[in-house]
């Protein structure tokens, strides 16, 4: 049995992922900004100035770093982590990544790829796992583009996927040996976001035209390529429609 500290516990990822971990026989504690209730095995910290990790990881085996913010303060939050699980001993750190982070110039994915790049040569013992965007994300962006009459939608494929399938898999990669860069970890499927749309459209029982959006710059350019996708590891089982039906 080891001690495991997960952040960004309360977030789309972190909450199934406790919820496993809870199944297990290891020691769980966890770590976000807003926790909830508070006890000694939940930690209220802000990593993006890392006051108060040096208690939260006393004694601790592995982090499960799953805290991430596109609206900026990710590297500062790594650059604490990776320096106070040194000095703590942790002996593995997990973090999960997205699809595509060294290949679409998008200032949020650049970022990821530095924190790749950064635990690789942190001394750490690391493990690196990128997923593809999760069905929440479209959810989210549809509910947003649905608020117009004419419902624009980005002119690409994407490979949604479901957090709980992801939590499963950085469950099993914690219990395991530091294993580098480990295989993507992509969606049932790659459907167009058209079809995504539309998909999202019949659940709510909403009406609305659709209109195709495509962007000039190099970051739309990237995601018409697919360079978001992994198609040979299409390993998720939830689809996106089946995904509304339970939610």
């Known amino acids: 049995m080891s ?26 504690h966890t770590l976000s900004r807003h926790p909830g209730v508070l006890n000694e095995t ?16 006393r004694g601790i085996d592995t982090v ?30 997990v973090y999960v990544s ?24 942190s001394g750490l013992g690391v493990t690196i796992l990128r997923a593809t965007q999760f069905h929440p994300l479209i959810q ?6 649905a608020r117009v009459p004419a419902m624009p939608y ?42 995504l749309a539309r998909t999202y459209l019949e659940a709510t029982l909403t009406r609305r035209r659709l209109w195709p959006l495509r962007l000039p710059g190099a970051t739309f350019a990237a995601y018409r390529a697919g360079a978001h996708l992994t198609p040979d590891h299409a390993v998720g089982r939830t689809t996106f429609a089946q995904y509304l039906a339970r939610t």
Do not use: M, N, W
Request: net charge negative; hydrophobic share 40%.
């Open 140 to 145: 989210d962006l549809c509910a947003r583009l």
């Open 154 to 195: 980005p002119d690409i494929d994407v490979q949604p996927i479901d957090p709980a399938e992801v939590a499963l898999r950085v469950v099993r990669l914690a219990q395991e040996e530091p294993a580098g860069r480990v295989p993507d970890l992509g969606g049932p499927q790659i459907e167009s976001f058209r079809d």
């Open 64 to 93: 499960l770093h799953l805290a991430t913010t596109p609206t900026g303060g990710d590297l500062a939050s790594a650059t604490h982590l990776i320096r106070t699980a040194r000095a703590a001993d942790v002996s593995h750190l």
């Open 98 to 121: 997205i699809v595509g982070v060294d290949r679409v110039p998008l200032r949020y994915y650049r970022t990821k790829h530095t924190i790749e790049e950064a635990l690789l040569a």
């Open 42 to 57: 939940a930690h209220p910290v802000d990593l993006r100035t890392g006051h108060g990790l040096d208690r939260a990881l």
């Open 3 to 28: 001690t495991i500290l997960v952040t960004g516990a309360t977030g789309t990822l972190g909450r199934p992922v406790v919820e496993q971990l809870h199944r297990t026989d290891h020691q769980i």
